[in-house]
């Protein structure tokens, strides 16, 4: 069964910062990189549990991928099918903050 992918206010937001960051230097690499965290994201429809869980949190249901140097960090809802992308977190800040309804 394909999960459905919901990206959070926040998580939309983190990844339109961090392009518009990039583009200062190069737009053609803020585009691709972009694309780059959106194609590893769409990767959880079919493999959900793709990534680790969240070492800060040791909670079962968030997990994250690595796409350097940015952490995607998501939800795993499995009764409803979903994986609901939470932040786009720079590995080298610290510990993301998590707005969890």
């Given at each position: 069964?394909?999960?459905?992918i919901?990206?959070?206010?926040t998580?939309?937001?983190d ?8 583009s200062?230097d190069?737009?053609?690499r ?8 959106i ?46 992308v939470?932040?786009v ?5 610290d510990?993301?903050e998590?707005e969890i309804?």
């Open positions: 069964m394909a999960y459905r919901v990206w959070s206010r998580s939309q937001r990844l339109r910062d961090l392009v518009r960051f990039i200062k190069s737009p053609q803020a585009e691709l990189f972009g694309y780059r965290i194609a590893r994201v769409e990767m959880l429809q079919e493999q959900p549990r793709l990534g680790r869980v969240v070492p800060e949190f040791k909670h079962p249901d968030f997990h994250e991928v690595i796409v350097s140097p940015y952490r995607v960090i998501y939800r795993i809802k499995d009764g409803s099918g979903l994986v609901e939470i932040r977190w720079h590995a080298a800040r510990t993301p998590l309804e």
